[in-house]
Structure formats: structure tokens, C-alpha cells
């Protein structure tokens, strides 16, 4: 499996990146997590045809993680796809999700009726296993991250959430873990009780699980800042890394 990064930034959007989101890929099968910016655009640049796209995960229902799914949908009904795609999330974010899209009465569209799959019980597409576990982001926002199996490999994606113990057991030993980091660890109470972690806290769980390389995204503005947050959880955990 590889990962392959559309948009790194927080809830700021910079000139270098959109929001946070991603693909999973097998030689077989492609996941996308979360969907924001311009979301075909942004398949399209890493040569990934929307139309083979074999599932959407959603983490949670915040703007800055779901806003793009109606584009989605719209430019594969214009596309003229007809594979089935499944859309996984927790009840309360596909409800949301389902709500937006009924926006722009995409609920309307036979075609689209006809392939969409919601759920919130799927655990395998394709090649790929999925585990969904639960992350504490806002009191009233369902946040989920996901671990990603094949084989031996393993994938895991923390989305907005602070790091707390005892960390999800599913997530040990894999070989890249990913997580949200909003700042440095000098503001951890600040991003604690904001829902968010510190960069440094990202590194703690990532040695406690094992895992090999720990990539930082969800990242506030500013090359000089993040630069500090990537030194800072290098100072222990040396396998940490930025898109």
C-alpha cells in the first residue's frame, strides 16, 4: 500500500495545499480519505481516475472534511460513472454528509442513487481491510480514524483529535502512522482543549504504538512553524516526516 497526499493544511488553506486529504492505494484498490479542495482535480494530478475510486471515508463532519464530497459526486454524475461507491462514515457524519449533498438535490439524480453505498459497517473494499476506532475531536462531533490492512501491512490515520490514552490497539505496529498536528507542544493545552494535538504529542503516540514512520498533516500556515513541529517530534520520534 502507499498513501499519497492531496492537501496537508488545517482549517487554513494555504497557496501550497488545501485541506487535509487523502488516497490509500493497493495495486488494487484506492481509497479516498476525506474529501476536500477540488476533489477530481486533485485525483486527476496523481493519475487517478475518479471513476475507479473504489470508496470515500469520511472522519467527521466538519467543513474543512467534507465540503468537497458534493463536487465529487456531481462530476462523476456528469462523468457518467456507474460503478458502485461506497461512502463510509459514522452515522452522525454521513447524516451531515447526506444533508449537504441534498443541498444541491445531488439526492435527486437517479444515476447517482443507483451507485451510491452508505455505511457505516463496511470493513473491507477491495484488497483493502479498513478498521474504523474512535478519537476524541468535539464533544458533539463523532470523530473516526482508520487503520488500513494488507497483508502485513498496515496504515493508520488519526484525523482531528488530541492524543489521548489509552491509544486505539489497532493502530500498533504500523508501518506509517498519520496524524493531525495543530501547533507545538507549547501550546498543547490550547490545542488539547481544542480538540487537536501538538506535534509532539503525535510523536508520544506514535512510539507507544510502534509504529515505523509517523507523517504530520492537518498543519497550521507557516514553512517556519512547521519546520519547528517536525523538529520537535523528531526529537523523539526520528522517523517523523511533513507531505
Not at 38 to 60: E, K, M, R, Y
Not at 64 to 85: A, I, Q, T, V
Not at 160 to 177: F, H, I, K, M, N
Request: charged share 20%.
Amino acid at each position: 500500500m502507499q498513501t499519497i497526499v492531496l492537501g496537508y493544511s488545517g482549517g487554513i488553506q494555504t497557496a501550497e495545499s488545501s485541506n487535509t486529504s487523502l488516497v490509500v492505494t493497493s495495486d488494487s484498490t484506492s481509497l479516498l480519505v476525506d474529501c476536500s479542495g477540488s476533489p477530481c482535480q486533485a485525483l486527476l494530478s496523481h493519475s487517478i481516475d475518479p471513476d475507479h475510486v473504489d470508496g470515500v471515508l469520511l472522519t467527521h463532519a466538519h467543513v474543512d472534511h467534507l465540503y468537497g464530497l458534493p463536487s465529487l459526486l456531481h462530476n462523476l454524475w456528469l462523468r457518467g460513472r456507474r460503478k458502485k461507491l461506497p461512502i463510509l462514515g459514522s452515522a452522525a457524519t454521513l447524516e451531515t454528509a447526506k444533508a449537504l449533498c441534498g443541498v444541491f438535490r445531488l439526492d435527486k439524480k437517479q444515476a447517482l442513487r443507483d451507485i451510491l453505498v452508505w455505511s457505516d459497517s463496511i470493513r473491507r473494499i477491495g484488497d483493502i481491510e479498513i478498521e474504523a476506532f474512535s478519537v476524541f475531536h468535539r464533544p458533539l462531533v463523532p470523530t473516526q480514524g482508520y487503520v488500513f490492512t494488507q497483508g502485513a501491512e498496515k496504515i493508520s490515520f488519526f484525523p482531528d483529535s488530541a492524543a489521548q490514552e489509552p491509544y486505539p490497539e489497532c493502530a500498533r505496529g504500523s508501518s506509517l502512522l498519520i496524524h493531525e498536528a495543530g501547533g507545538l507542544d507549547v501550546s498543547r493545552e490550547l490545542l488539547n482543549g481544542e480538540g487537536h494535538s501538538s506535534a509532539l504529542d503525535a510523536a508520544r503516540l506514535a512510539a507507544a504504538l510502534e509504529a515505523k514512520e509517523l507523517l504530520l498533516v492537518h498543519l497550521p500556515p507557516g514553512r517556519g512553524l512547521q519546520a519547528e513541529m517536525l523538529a520537535e517530534a523528531r526529537s523523539i520520534f526520528p522517523a517523523s516526516r511533513l507531505p
